[in-house]
């Protein structure tokens, strides 16, 4: 019964029905204006955008654009939040608030989750047990902090910094909006937080609860917009900190625009992650691991384990495994419970995959693709690797933020760990091998902010997270990401 | 392939270099074969698809004929007043019920399952269990569920356990051998993993999990490794072996998961009861109980369902 070439069949047969998480319980208003000092206000030249699914390319609302007048009065709000009520207040009762914000997230994840799914499109099983339950735990997390600031620093005194301007990027929405607002509330600042174009709406779900759990008017203010509002943002006079993730690209023009100010400034950017799997490593879950690096979100993950290096001896077994895995991976609905790759964010990064797909090929690198059916509407990128290219090829080199993994192989443990490093990036890395002195030797040697042993994509509000080298400048989570958004001084 | 061929083919392989489980993955990887969401059509289907999966069993020192005979009236006739059900693929019982067994099921099309080899421990001489396993087949079993050597295989002597599987292999002759890896007193993935490639190379037509008289019995991340060493051992000679969790599987929710998971480890192939089985005496019924909630919406008191 043996199939040629001994091969697995995966189509066909039994499948699962479409199960669709119900959007009837969610609210999204057909227009939402800026959340400034409050309230939610209309943006005073009265400009709006459509904010898509990007599975159907249905509009889901209108969202304001912010001009630099709306975000010198969102500044001015949280300024005098600062000065008045937020900036006088007892730490303990600021830990409150945050954690009431924890709580009314929690309470309402299956909203959120959902509403991240259709606005992003990222298949719901991940926004439901990742990104929404780890912004609750990131408020719940500094909550914590913030009236034992004194204890993170040791014999230094920490003062809060005062408004920080935070611009944040499409891939995990809510979750990059709670690590950049959480630890500037916990250590005493204020907020002006830029959402991402494409995907403003659970920033505008928040600022509900922000006004719901009854913060003072001004803490935090989000304005949504285009790169001219982010713009706005870091060139403000009144802004004494950014925080920014994103590209390199957009992080150099920030770092050159903040050059000779007094703002400080932490930046985390792109990636290219090495993924390493010697052949003593457990092969089925290192196989995992890569699934889990590369097409986890579609790939838009800046800690994605986008360069994978396999030991020569397994690299067949291994490259078998993952192909067959690849057909088992559901690309389809991101609201189907089922789905495991939704669709991508947007147009403009879908001609930027697809242009890498084709430079990828014409580099000489064999690609493969899962042999998934794709809906006809919307932006969808079946997986896909690429293996027989090198470290001179640019699909190897640059990141490309989708499904797309570069396959090389390796012999010697030296030679991958040069190859892992030979990137100007610096942001994460994986290592799989069953031998625990090889993990300690080589996350020695890595030269990036998170290398993970025998798994991938993990994280956690304790665990710090930032890059080496042009993956960025400072961290964020943990007691590191206090540091970011403090003053120390003696005591 | 000539018997003596396949006997000649058969080599112990070097276990020392048998790849390594990881446990924490198997874990993560049997999280989202539990997340899947069968509903509808799709969950029908594997609800019939269990049933006929089902090793119907009793392996009790108090079994009777009668009960054996009422287990397999409940074998061919699993619930007649829903139409269109499959039957079991086999009922499993001891050596000594098997005449019983095999006169109940007449020309019914439903294997005959018997355990031997000194089930459950296995702590017998190999002539005796030789002897049991002959014993089943000449009363009519058309398959041997044996249980290796647990003691041997943890202290290493793997060529005792290999040796023993391939004569008891050639005493079951055309019936089927279904090889118990007791995977709750093996301990380590890493050791299912082991005994599963030596119960292949030595023969197996199915491996499984449990006696069913040991905790823990199956379980997912056990049946994951079992099933993933299946899957080499076909890349890497072309011959498919079934697989047989057994123990523990009570609810038609579980045994979905199961068939998620054999569904995306080795595809639609395994995807009958010549390839896989659930080895339980209390599932049919709770899967008998939700295809009635699917067609009528209510779920019916357990009375209504015969136990044996």
Known sequence: MATPGNKLAFDGGWGYDPAPESTDHIDVKSRYGLFINGDFVKPEKGKYFDTINPATEDKLSRVAEASAVDVDKAVKAARAAYRGPWGRMKPAERSKYIYRIARIMQERACEFSVIESLDGGKPIRESRDVDIPLAAAHFFYYAGWADKLEYAFPGRTAKSLGVAGQIIPWNFPLLMASWKIAPALACGNTVVLKPAETTPLTAMKLAEVIADAGLPPGVVNIVTGAGAAGAAIVDHPGVDKVAFTGSTNIGRMIQKSLAGTNKRYTLELGGKAANIIFADAAIDQAVEGIVNGIFFNQGHVCCAGSRLFVQESVADEVIAKLKDRMETLIVGDPLDKNTDVGAINSTMQLDKIQSYLKIGQAEGGDMHQSSCTLPNKGYWCRPTIFTGVSQSSRVVQEEIFGPVLAIQTFRKYDEALTKANNTPYGLSGGIWTDKGSKIFNMTQKIRAGVVWANTFNKFDPTSPFGGYKESGVGREGGLHGLDAYVKLGVK | ?308
């Open chain 2, 1 to 308: 392939m000539t018997v003596t061929a396949a006997k000649k083919s058969r080599r112990l392989p070097d276990l020392s270099r048998a790849p390594v489980v990881d446990e924490v993955g198997v874990n993560e990887r049997v999280a989202r074969f539990q997340s899947r969401s069968i509903k509808k059509s799709s969950k029908v289907e594997a609800l019939k698809l269990i049933l006929s999966m089902i090793d119907l069993t009793t392996l009790e020192g108090q079994d009777t004929p009668g009960k054996v005979q009422q287990l397999c009236q409940k074998a061919i006739h699993l619930h007649d007043s829903m139409p269109g059900l499959p039957h079991v693929a086999a009922i499993c019982v001891y050596p000594t019920m098997v005449g019983v067994a095999k006169e109940a099921l007449a020309d019914h099309d439903i294997k005959i399952a018997s355990v031997a080899t000194a089930f459950p421990s296995g702590m017998s001489a190999l002539k005796v269990k030789l002897d049991d396993a002959r014993m089943a087949v000449k009363a009519g079993a058309t398959e041997i569920d044996m249980v290796i050597s647990r003691g041997n295989f943890l202290g290493g002597d793997y060529r005792y356990v290999f040796d023993e599987i391939v004569a008891v292999k050639e005493a079951c002759g055309d019936a089927h051998l279904k090889v118990i890896l007791e995977t709750g007193e093996l301990g380590t993935l890493d050791r299912v993993r082991k005994a599963s490639m030596l119960a292949m190379s030595a023969g197996a037509d199915f491996i499984k999990t449990s006696t069913g008289k040991i905790q823990p019995a199956a379980t997912m991340q056990v049946t994951l490794t079992m099933l993933q060493a299946i899957r080499d051992h076909y890349r890497d000679t072309g011959r498919m072996v079934g697989m047989k969790p057994a123990g523990g599987i009570s609810t038609s929710k579980l045994a979905i998961h199961y068939l998620v998971m054999l569904h995306e480890t080795l595809g639609n192939a395994w995807m009958t009861p010549e390839w896989f089985r659930f080895g339980a005496s209390s599932l049919a019924n709770d899967v008998l109980m939700q295809l009635l909630k699917q067609s009528t919406g209510l779920y019916q008191s357990l009375d209504y369902f015969s136990k044996d």
